[in-house]
């Protein structure tokens, strides 16, 4: 099922893609926020992961668990994020 469903995203399926987003930002977002809380940063955190993909979906490769890369994905943002803006309040 999910490799079927990576396909339609690398084929630049809209509303595939649309569905991806719908059924993991809700997740995404409470796993952001147990990373930090900081609700902006963890929002534009999820938005910049989903632009990413959709602007390497021909390049990446389809992972073994979509949340699990999804979540990964997430937290490396958040971290980068972080370390940038020197915000040292995290939830870890």
């Not at 509303?15 to 796993?31: H, I, K, P, R, W």
Request: charged fraction near 25%.
């Amino acid at each position: 099922m999910e490799e079927h469903f990576w396909n339609c995203i690398k084929r630049g399926d809209e509303q595939v893609f649309n569905s991806l987003y719908e059924q993991y930002a809700d997740m995404l977002y409470g796993y952001g926020m147990k990373i930090i809380a900081d609700e902006e940063l963890v929002g534009n955190a999820i938005q910049s992961l989903f632009v990413y993909l959709y602007e390497k979906r021909k390049t990446i490769s389809e992972p073994n668990s979509v949340s699990a890369y999804l979540c990964v994905s997430l937290k490396r943002l958040i971290l980068l994020e972080v370390k940038k803006g020197g915000i040292v309040e995290m939830c870890l």
